[in-house]
C-alpha cells in the first residue's frame, strides 16, 4: 500500500524575540527562573507589526514551494489550521494563495481550500484530512499543502502571557513522502471543555491550572485508545516523543505519566498501591484528584493522603535513571525550538517533530525506519495520537531548515517595544497601520508583507 505522509517541511518565526528571563521577569517582578526552569521558556516570537498569520503563512509555503521546485498546479489542496483566523467566511488558505500567485505565473485554480479549527490540534487533523484525500485517491497525483500558522497572544497580564508566541509551520503532505509516513493507526481524546476557549474575543479565556489537567486527562485517553489498535507502546518502541507545547513544562508533566504508562512497571504499581491502599491504575498518564476525572466516592481526607501517596511516587519515577536517561534522549531533543519561540498553537508540535529531527540531524543520527510517538491537542479538548516512521531521505529534507538563523537574527524587544506591538497586534485597539505610520523593527527582504486594508 502507498505511503503517505509529510514529504517536506518549512518554518518562519515571527521575526521579533521577548526575551523573558531578561525582559519580561524584571518587568513583571518575578523570578527569571519561574521561566526558564518553571515552564522552560527562554524567550518568545513575535510578529512585526508588518507580520500577520497571512504572512508568515505565505513566506513558509513561499520557501517550502521555492526548496521543492513547486508550481501551483502541483498541488490539490491548500489547509491552513489556525486559531487567530480574522474572517469568519473567506478562509485564510485564499489570502494565502492570493499571495502566492502573486509570484508564481501559475494558479492554485484546481486546489481544494479550507480551513481547519480546532484550537492547536487543527494543525494534524489538516494533515489527516491530507492523508485520507490522497489515500481516497481523490489527489490525482498531486499534494496538499498544509500551513500551520498563529498569533498566540494572552491579554496582558494573563498568566498565559509568558507563553505566547508567533510562527507558521508549512507541510506538504504526499504520496511516497521522503520526511516522515503516517500510520494509519490513531488515538483520540476527546471532551467538551471549557478551560481555554475564545468566544467571539480575540484574546482566550483561560483557566490555566486546569488547562494543564485536562491536556493530561485527555492524552492519557488518546493513548489508551491508540494502544487499542495499534498494541502496547513502550519506550523503547519511539526515537522520539513529540508532543505539543505550549511550554516545555508542560511536555515535562505528559511525559513522565506517559512513561509509566509505557513501561507498566507491576512490582512499583504494587508497592504504591499497597502505600494507598488502592489501585491507581486509572490515573496512569492522566489526572487525579478533583475535578470531572476523580470518581467523586473519595472523602476529602482519603484524596489528600492518595495524591500525596501519587506524587511521592511520580517524583520518585521522575528520579529514577532510567526514566532521566529516557527523558534526555526521546523528549528533550524535542523541546529545543519550542524553548526560544514559546507557543506556536497549531505549528507547536511541528515544531517539536522537526526540532528532535534537526537534533537528529547534527548529531549524524541514522535514524530511517525510527519510529515516532506524535501527541497533539488542542483546547476544548482533543488529543490525538499516531505513530510515523521516518524515511531514508529525511537528512535532505532536514539539513536546509533555516530556523536557527531566523531565532538568532530576531530583534530583542524592550519591554516597552513588547507592550506597543502587542497594542498593534491587538484588534480590539484602533491601528495607524493604514496611515503607514506604524513603526517596525526590522527590515523585510524578498518577502510577504501586511500593509494595510487598504491595498
Ligand atoms: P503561573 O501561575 O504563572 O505559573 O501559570 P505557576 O506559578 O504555576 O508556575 C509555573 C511553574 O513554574 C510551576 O512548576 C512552578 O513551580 C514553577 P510546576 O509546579 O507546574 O512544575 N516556578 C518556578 N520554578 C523555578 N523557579 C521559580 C519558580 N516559580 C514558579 N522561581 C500556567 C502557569 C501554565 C497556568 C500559565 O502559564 C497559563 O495559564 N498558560 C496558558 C495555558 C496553557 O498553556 N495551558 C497548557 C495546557 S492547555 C494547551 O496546551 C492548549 C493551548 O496550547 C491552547 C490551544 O490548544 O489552543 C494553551
Not at 312 to 339: C, H, N
Request: proline share 4%; net charge negative.
Amino acid at each position: 500500500m502507498t505511503e503517505v505522509g509529510i514529504d517536506a517541511i518549512e518554518i518562519w518565526t515571527g521575526k521579533l524575540k521577548l526575551d523573558l528571563p531578561n525582559t519580561f521577569a524584571p518587568a513583571k517582578g518575578e523570578d527569571p527562573e519561574k521561566y526558564t526552569k518553571g515552564l522552560g521558556l527562554n524567550a518568545s516570537s513575535f510578529p512585526d507589526t508588518y507580520e500577520d498569520i497571512v504572512t508568515m503563512g505565505a513566506n513558509a509555503a513561499h520557501r517550502l514551494m521555492e526548496h521543492e521546485g513547486l508550481e501551483p498546479e502541483d498541488i490539490g489542496r491548500i489547509d491552513v489550521a489556525t486559531e487567530s483566523s480574522f474572517d469568519n467566511s473567506k478562509p485564510v488558505s485564499t489570502y494565502i494563495a492570493g499571495c502566492l500567485e502573486g509570484v508564481y505565473d501559475g494558479k492554485f485554480s484546481h486546489a481544494n481550500k479550507g480551513e481547519r479549527k480546532f484550537a492547536c490540534v487543527a494543525g494534524t487533523q489538516s494533515i489527516d484530512d491530507a492523508y485520507n484525500w490522497i489515500k481516497a485517491g481523490r489527489n490525482r497525483g498531486r499534494s496538499a499543502l498544509v500551513i500551520a500558522t498563529d498569533t498566540a497572544l494572552y491579554a496582558r497580564n494573563d498568566p498565559g502571557e509568558a507563553t505566547q508566541g508567533a510562527g507558521a509551520v508549512a507541510m506538504l503532505i504526499s504520496e511516497d513522502p521522503e520526511l516522515v509516513s503516517l500510520s494509519t493507526e490513531q488515538g483520540y481524546g476527546s471532551a467538551d471543555e471549557t478551560d481555554f476557549l475564545k468566544p467571539n474575543q480575540q484574546f482566550p479565556s483561560v483557566d490555566g491550572k486546569r488547562s494543564v489537567q485536562v491536556y493530561l486527562a485527555r492524552m492519557r485517553e488518546a493513548l489508551e485508545d491508540f494502544e487499542g489498535v495499534a498494541g502496547r507502546a513502550r519506550t523503547e518502541d519511539f526515537a522520539y516523543i513529540p508532543f505539543h507545547t505550549p511550554f516545555p513544562g508542560m511536555v515535562r508533566k505528559a511525559a513522565l505519566f506517559g512513561y509509566r504508562r509505557m513501561i507498566r512497571d507491576t512490582q512499583q504499581e504494587e508497592e504504591l498501591a499497597d502505600e494507598i491502599g488502592r489501585q491507581p491504575r486509572e490515573e496512569a498518564f492522566g489526572v487525579s484528584g478533583q475535578g470531572p476525572e476523580s470518581s467523586g466516592t473519595e472523602s476529602h481526607a482519603d484524596e489528600e493522603a492518595y495524591e500525596e501517596a501519587l506524587n511521592e511516587y511520580m517524583d520518585g519515577l521522575k528520579r529514577t535513571d532510567a526514566y532521566q536517561e529516557w527523558y534526555g534522549r526521546v523528549i528533550d531533543p524535542t523541546l529545543t525550538i519550542s524553548r526560544e519561540v514559546g507557543n506556536w498553537y497549531t505549528g507547536s508540535v511541528h515544531l517539536a517533530r522537526t526540532s528532535a529531527l534537526r537534533t537528529a540531524f547534527e548529531e549524524d543520527r541514522d535514524l530511517a525506519g525510527e519510529r515516532l510517538l506524535v501527541g497533539s491537542y488542542g483546547s476544548g479538548a482533543q488529543a490525538e495520537i499516531h505513530a510515523e516512521t521516518v524515511q531514508d531521505t529525511w537528512e535532505r529534507k532536514i539539513a536546509d531548515l533555516t530556523i536557527d538563523q531566523q531565532i538568532e537574527d530576531r530583534y530583542d524587544l524592550s519591554y516597552e517595544e513588547y507592550e506597543r506591538v502587542h497594542d498593534v497586534h491587538n484588534h480590539d485597539i484602533e491601528s495607524d497601520l493604514d496611515q503607514g505610520e506604524i513603526e517596525q523593527f526590522t527590515d523585510p527582504h524578498g518577502e510577504f508583507v501586511f500593509d494595510g486594508w487598504g491595498r
